[in-house]
């Protein structure tokens, strides 16, 4: 996974939580760390950001991290809890968490908690897609966006382009708007008229029937005008099959 991966770490402590960072620090992820020292702010800090993974510590100073799990709003974080006492555990897996961690822990032992909340993200991102592939209008190539607690509809003959941020995927429309969907490029890219759409590198697809032109500079690198005026890279992976679709001869 080489998206930022959002974080959260909630622990009185402040040597807990910076062990914890150091450790992130170590691992090839490309991670956001942030820190929270009670449960009053690990809940505010949920209301306000969405995170991929907390790691949530079992006591902490006005609430237990159980409290934390009930109140805030975590929406599809995966938790890791973390504690010196290994008489939680059973609370922990009941409701839900990834891991437990035990103090003090090893950094192979942190490593494989990491990896088990990053493998739950990865099958609910396959989830995601699926269940996203189910709601599209065959015929209007309609996708369904999620705002709030609703749903709205972009067109695929509306769409100019799709970028890859993170856990989403942005959408560009005719009418200047971005949209976002939370997918994975690939995932939405099949999901569209392959006549008409193609990935041109590994963040970007765009909408052919909007190109302005293609341009060629230096060593053989081609840039990609749209009619918008957005110029986008065509990658070397993706040149030869790019050039085939618009009957580009070199």
């Not at 805030?72 to 504690?83: D, E, G, L, P, S």
């Not at 192979?108 to 990053?118: E, I, K, T």
């Not at 708007?177 to 995932?187: A, E, I, V, W």
């Amino acid at each position: 996974m080489k998206d930022e991966i959002q974080i959260l770490v909630v622990d009185d402590e402040r040597p807990a939580r910076r062990r914890i960072a150091r450790l992130l620090d170590r691992s090839p992820l490309h991670t956001i760390v942030t820190e929270a020292s009670s449960g009053t702010e690990a809940t505010h800090q949920l209301a306000t950001c969405e995170f991929h993974i907390v790691f949530l510590d079992m006591q902490l100073t006005d609430m237990s991290g159980l409290d934390v799990l009930q109140h805030a709003n975590f929406k599809n974080a995966r938790v890791i809890f973390v504690t010196a006492y290994d008489d939680y555990a059973l609370h922990a897996f009941d409701a839900q968490a990834v891991d437990y961690l035990l103090k003090p822990y090893t950094y192979d032992r942190f490593n494989q908690a990491l990896d088990r909340a990053l493998a739950a993200i990865k099958v609910n991102q396959i989830e995601d897609t699926r269940s996203l592939a189910k709601n599209i209008d065959s015929t209007t190539q309609k996708i369904p966006i999620k705002l709030s607690n609703k749903y709205y509809f972009v067109s695929s003959d509306e769409i100019k382009y799709l970028k890859a941020s993170g856990s989403y995927v942005e959408i560009h429309t005719i009418d200047h708007r971005k949209h976002l969907c939370r997918s994975t490029l690939n995932g939405l890219t099949q999901m569209l008229e392959p006549k008409s759409f193609f990935r041109i590198n590994r963040s970007t697809t765009i909408n052919v029937e909007l190109i302005k032109e293609v341009i060629r500079e230096g060593y053989g690198e081609y840039f990609v005008k749209m009619l918008d005026g957005k110029s986008f890279t065509v990658s070397k992976r993706h040149k030869i099959g790019f050039f085939e679709k618009l009957n580009i001869k070199k």
